[in-house]
């Protein structure tokens, strides 16, 4: 991996936590921009040379992916690990400071070695980002699932058969005939709930 230049120690001298944390920030996303490629084929030639690794769990999901889902990840995924890294860099800047003081011992300027160290760490910081963002998007698995719309069609069931078979009552309900012929005691055929000799078959007498 080639030393990174997108930061030097004149940049970051003095700035306040939050200045320092934007400028790292898009330090980290240009270096990765610009080492993508590289980062890639050293994976590349690192798997093929790993036979216990499964490879087929470490290819590029690109394939089945649209970009910009791929786009998205990868920034998610390198503002999480850079947002981890520089919590941990931090946390070691603090005990480089507690024990800086322990390099005149050596006859070394603690400012010096302190700079120097601090520098150091911070660019190995950077690469161990670019490895492990890396190594997240060749394990990340994607399962894409396509709907297919399909027309608003009538759901055939055994409930919508019977229903076209269904025949519904008559209003006007008519007595069976089993011969064709209403005996007097039957119930009159008009429905009126009467039998029929004294309905429709009562004797009619004519007025003159």
Known sequence: ???????TLADIKGLKYNVLYEKFKEA????YKKHEEEI?????????????????EFQPQEISASNNIMRS?????????ADSKWIDHLHNIDMLREGIG???????????E????????????????QRETVAHLFRTKFEIQVVHMQDDEPISTDLSRAAEKFIPPSSES??????????????????SGLKYKKCCGAPRTSKI
């Open 1 to 7: 991996m080639p030393q990174l230049s997108y930061l």
């Open 28 to 31: 980290s996303q240009e270096a």
């Open 40 to 56: 890639v084929n050293f994976y590349n030639t690192t798997l093929n040379h790993s036979p216990e690794i499964n490879q087929e």
């Open 73 to 81: 990840l990868e920034r998610d995924i390198l503002l999480r690990i």
């Open 102 to 112: 322990l390099r005149a011992y050596g006859q070394k300027d603690p400012l010096i």
């Open 114 to 129: 302190y700079k120097r160290e601090a520098f150091d760490m911070f660019n190995n910081m950077m690469h161990d980002i």
């Open 174 to 191: 008519e007595p069976i005939r089993s011969n064709g012929k209403v005996g007097r005691n039957d119930s009159c055929p008009c429905g």
